[in-house]
């Protein structure tokens, strides 16, 4: 008998599909899962059985029906904690929001249910995702499956824990400066920064809003391509969220990379980590075989990325948080944990009079320039491949009292935020039974080459089906 927790998505839709297996079933397998490990790995805030299974029972009844249904059909995912769901606990794993049932659904919550996946559960992560290794969550460290004394990376921890443990096939996750591709990367994942307005903000908690992205995790980049299908596209609700047509991101994701420009930004390698950088460049040699064409390219202002990146979002922190005051709903600003009161702190001072343009108008100046590296980069290359990390995944609590070397976790993902590009995550390879990844970054509205891309890569490494020892 096949384990159903060990099939990518695409597998278990044509199984469903098919009537070999039951969406009931297959829910089974994962609300089994991971109502054992989330004892281990603490993943899941909220566990939504009894949705789930209504949920699955309504997919079996539409197949028996005969119905024409997504392929996402029937497919157990877990949601970050910080996508608001009607009538399930919605936290932002912050205690301010403890209690919190929202009364709607954010939109990709809403474009997931009319694809009628499965909800296994609302995932854990850093509080107001505000962090890198998931120590910052007022619901308790989310630990790595590969390797229980270190992170699974944050913000989106219980996300890439929870399908690093195939407690779920899919997890959803926002990523306002790496929170989806640092999980993906320190859990042997794929992982998602879609465009910044590809996929609409409305209804996730907002971190900062000019640099939020709506993204997901999945073991595979085909899974992914199924993900960005459902979630993609313009919303009135966001008029941050681009008119750009949405494509089929998995139609002739088997082109290849031949013929492929591939940039290799020098600041991105200059001072890695001499076993990262060999994983990664190994990645690289296997795209060149196969056609890929690599080119050196600079990206000047690389450097300023962590800097200017820690004060325009703080600013926008320090603004969206100011509306939760404990009157309409949650709790008073007594409640906020340290690292969100820091922010708020430092993003005030950002905005005040007299420091405004030493600060914030300063950091939007260099924002500007890190972007036109990337516009200035991709006239010559199609993709750039850089690391995704600067080190293996850490154990806990040491970066943790130290705010500046937790903020430099964020070195190689900050600069996609701040210049709006897309970033697609994958994973490179291991060091001592501990994954490695790389990013792919491209133009605006370039997901469906980097699917391309990263499944080429794929298809040879194989990694995916790599699984940890739990
Ligand atoms: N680690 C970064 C931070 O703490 C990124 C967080 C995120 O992408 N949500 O700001």
Known sequence: M???????????????????????????AYLDRAQKFNKKLNAFITITEDIAKEQARKVDELIADNQQLSPLAGIPIGLKDNYLTNGIKTTAASKVLEDYIPVYDATAVTRLKDANVVFVGKTNHDAWAHGGSGENSDFG????????????????????AALAADMCMAATGTDT???IRLPASFCNLVGLKPTYGRVSRYGIVAMASSLDSIGHLTKTVYDSALILNATAGHDEMDSTTSTEAVIDYTQDIERGVRGIKIGIPKEYFEGLDAKIKKVIMDAVKKLESLGAEIVDVSLPHTEYGVATYYIIQPSEVSSNLARYDGIRYGSGREAFGSEAKRRIILGTFTLSSGYYDAYYLKAMKVRRLIREDFTKTFEKVDCIIAPVSPTLPFKFGEK?????????????????????????????GFIDGLPVGM??????????????????HEQEAQLYKERPKI
Do not use: C, H, W
Not at 2 to 28: H, S, Y
Not at 141 to 160: I, K, M
Not at 439 to 456: C, M, N, S, V
């Open 439 to 456: 990013q792919i970054i491209g133009p605006d509205f370039t997901e469906k080459q980097l699917y391309q891309i990263g499944f080429a």
């Open 400 to 428: 943790a009292n130290d705010p500046l070397q937790m903020y430099l976790a964020d070195i190689y993902t900050v600069n996609m935020n701040l210049a709006g590009v897309p970033s697609l995550a994958i994973p490179a």
């Open 141 to 160: 460290n989310t630990l790595n499956p590969y390797d229980v004394t270190r992170v699974p990376g944050g913000s989106s921890s219980g996300s890439a």
């Open 2 to 28: 096949i384990d159903l927790t060990q099939l990518t998505i695409k597998e278990a839709g044509e199984q469903l599909k098919a009537k070999q297996v039951k969406a009931t079933e297959l829910t089974e």
């Open 177 to 179: 400066g790496g929170s």
